[in-house]
T-cell receptor, first 117, second 116 residues
Framework: AQSVTQLGSHVSVSEGALVLLRCNYSSSVPPYLFWYVQYPNQGLQLLLKYTSAATLVKGINGFEAEFKKSETSFHLTKPSAHMSDAAEYFCAVSDRKAGTGFQKLVFGTGTRLLVSP | SQTIHQWPATLVQPVGSPLSLECTVEGTSNPNLYWYRQAAGRGLQLLFYSVGIGQISSEVPQNLSASRPQDRQFILSSKKLLLSDSGFYLC???????????????FGPGTRLTVT
């Protein structure tokens, strides 16, 4: 089964600083990877996805992520943090359910981004 | 465009009471539907998924059940709630099909359930 590991349950940055949220995946087949954002008491919103095209994926709100097969990583970055970026971020990998072939998403435990003025 | 609704938004229920959470999707046909539970600091746990009317797959044994009485309606139920059922419940949908791995999931606004 596929899995993802998000290093750091909390990341704190100052407004204007670089945002780096880490995600490492474990996959026996070429993975499809996703980043989602969740604001307090809301559902998850898709930020970006990697589907084996370009390794550098650009998403909404100025975020981007780079797929690095050699490092089994899919870290999320943003050059300059805004106060509105404060939220929880989830990395996810597509996984095939044994026996049925059904595709589902496996989520990491999330990283809470804190942005200070 | 597609829209996903969940209700109620918040719910406080005593231990031992029944539960019914509803999720509906608009603007698509025969979607795959999912129920997740999110507990603080533990990420998302997939509870059930459905590829069609009356077709429910359970991911983990628990005190909950799911039903899909209509194409775009997904219901999460319990006969007797436990304290451990408290959490944030999220419904999601994805385009139909079993093998398309590129399909991301789209989430509803969630239901906050507190069992007292």
């Amino acid at each position: 089964a596929q899995s993802v590991t998000q290093l750091g349950s909390h990341v704190s940055v100052s407004e204007g600083a670089l945002v780096l949220l880490r995600c490492n995946y474990s996959s026996s087949v070429p993975p499809y990877l996703f980043w989602y954002v969740q604001y307090p008491n809301q559902g998850l919103q898709l930020l970006l996805k990697y589907t084996s095209a370009a390794t550098l994926v650009k998403g909404i709100n100025g975020f981007e992520a780079e797929f690095k097969k050699s490092e089994t990583s899919f870290h999320l970055t943003k050059p300059s943090a805004h106060m509105s970026d404060a939220a929880e971020y989830f990395c996810a990998v597509s996984d095939r359910k044994a026996g049925t072939g059904f595709q589902k998403l496996v989520f990491g435990t999330g990283t809470r981004l804190l942005v200070s003025p | 465009s597609q829209t996903i609704h969940q209700w109620p938004a918040t719910l406080v229920q005593p231990v031992g009471s029944p539960l019914s959470l509803e999720c509906t999707v608009e603007g698509t046909s025969n979607p795959n539907l999912y129920w997740y539970r999110q507990a603080a600091g533990r990420g998302l746990q997939l509870l059930f998924y459905s590829v069609g009317i009356g077709q429910i797959s359970s991911e983990v044994p628990q005190n909950l059940s799911a039903s899909r009485p209509q194409d775009r309606q997904f219901i999460l139920s319990s006969k007797k709630l436990l304290l451990s059922d408290s959490g944030f419940y999220l419904c999601a949908w994805s385009p139909p099909g079993r093998v398309a791995r590129t399909y991301e999931q789209y989430f509803g606004p969630g239901t906050r359930l507190t069992v007292t």
